[in-house]
Structures are given as structure tokens and as C-alpha cells.
């Protein structure tokens, strides 16, 4: 599938577009915060029986993080090595594993395996279409969302004790990914929270 130009579509109509076309194997969703990616991404897993790879399951426990941490990409408080190795040994070898974060305990939790079979595997986070990746995805989707609002409605969601990272790290960091133009890697963009 080819970008069309200013086209956004429906998540209804992906589907219909992904149940007419069977040789999907591998599905690369992105996205601003919040924007819808996950709930996207849960539909799908909901209509294909997909597997699912979070970006937010490789985030680094904070004892990890560097000292002092700025933002920038890759995300200084994400174990984004692990999670490119992680997609590239899935697309080259068809199978990988890797360990969970744990949220309720702050730390690394079980590992996860993930096969490429007959199985459709989702790949979604900001940074799903990363440079990196891009090239690996047989569908590279970008989940359109109302920049302005992308702080107001994270803390609305409720950040507890983390609105100081929000505000200075988090977002931060994302605006260093997005100088790298994934939304023009996308082959479809669907529309999301505001869109």
C-alpha cells in the first residue's frame, strides 16, 4: 500500500483494507502520545488474533537512567536498543524474546517471546517507524492526532508522580524523534485522538 497524499482514513476502513489484503505479516504503528496508536493496536489484535509489541514494555527502570538525563532520541529512558534488536532479529529470523518492564514494581520483569508466523505481529510506540525499522514493516501506519492538546490530554490520562518527566523530558525527546519526518515513512495514516 502507498501513502496517499492528505488521505486519513478510518480505523474501520484499515481493517477493511487489512482483511482484503492477507499477506500482511508484520505491522509498524506510530504515532504522537496518546494519539490512539494503542487503541489501534488493540483493535487489531481483537479482529486478527495479532501479537503484540509494545515500545513501553522496554522502558529502562529509572535507577538506569542516566545522570544527568536530557531529552533526545533514542529515548534516554527507554531500553530502545533492546527494542530494535528485538524487531530486527523478529523480521530476519522470524521469532525473538525479550524482557518485559514490570510496572508495578519499577523493575524488569519476565521476558516475552514472539513468533512471525501465521500470526500478525503489531509493532507500536512513538518510534515504531523509526529509521531503523521503517524498512522492516510489510505496513507502516502513523496514528494522526491534535498536536496542541498532546500534554493536556497526557495529564488529564493521569501521570501521578511523573508530570515533571511529561513536561520536560518525555515530550522533549519526542520532538527530537520527530525531526526525523516517521510520519512520512507511513504507508497509511489513520485518524486518531483529535484528528
Known sequence: MSQETGAIITGDTLIER???????????IDGLPVSGKSTLADRLVETFGAELIYLDDFVLPQEHWPDPIEPGFPFPYMRHEAFFEAVETLARTGACRYQLYDWESGALGPWKEIELGNKLVIVEGVS????????????????????????????????????????????????????????????????????
Not at 515533571?164 to 486518531?192: C, K, N
Open 18 to 28: 487489512l482483511q482484503a489484503r492477507a499477506n500482511n505479516r508484520l505491522i509498524g
Open 128 to 195: 515504531a517507524l523509526a529509521q531503523r525499522l521503517a524498512h522492516l514493516y510489510d505496513l507502516k501506519i502513523w496514528v494522526e492526532s491534535d498536536a496542541a492538546t498532546t500534554l493536556t490530554t497526557s495529564l488529564d490520562r493521569g501521570v501521578g508522580a511523573w508530570e515533571r518527566q511529561w513536561r520536560h523530558l518525555f515530550l522533549p525527546s519526542v520532538e527530537h524523534y520527530m525531526e526525523t519526518r516517521p510520519m512520512e515513512r507511513a504507508d497509511i495514516v489513520v485518524a486518531g485522538r483529535g484528528a
